[in-house]
């Protein structure tokens, strides 16, 4: 059973950055994976915000994070990372890293469809943005 565990949340001023990991218990030399996170605000739901192929070669983002958001991945690792510039007070929720193992598999973003995708998930790591 693939497992993920992320970290690297806490609590950041607007303007500020911070980096989420995501160590994943499968290789990702065993296929092209699909990896996302997702974050979800109380009372909201769910969306994909970044996404990534495990070999790396396409990220796909909401416009949203565009530009201040960047995920990527360590293939050697096992891992997946967001590197989160420019913090909004909007950016503050559960992220959450998800994995697609399936051959073939489609890395998608947002809303529609986004979470159903992805079967593998993380516990979430707390993001809070004060102004």
């Known amino acids: 059973q693939v497992q993920l565990v992320e970290s690297g949340g806490g609590s950041v001023q607007a303007g500020g950055s911070l980096r989420l990991s995501c160590t994943v218990s499968t290789s990702f030399s065993n296929g092209r994976y699909c990896l996302g996170w997702f974050r979800q605000a109380p009372g909201k739901e769910r969306e994909g915000v970044a996404a990534?192929?495990?070999?790396?070669?396409?990220?796909y983002y909401i416009p949203e994070v565009r530009g201040r958001f960047t995920i990527s991945q360590d293939n050697a690792e096992n891992k997946m990372y967001l590197q989160m510039n420019s913090l909004k007070p909007e950016d503050g929720a559960m992220y959450y890293c998800?994995?697609?193992?399936?051959?073939?598999?489609?890395?998608?973003?947002?809303?529609?469809?986004?979470?159903?995708?992805?079967?593998?998930w993380g516990q979430g790591t707390q993001v809070t943005i004060s102004s």
């Open positions: 998800a994995a697609d193992t399936r051959t073939p598999c489609t890395v998608v973003v947002g809303t529609r469809g986004a979470v159903a995708s992805y079967a593998h």
């Open positions: 990534i192929y495990s070999t790396g070669e396409r990220t």
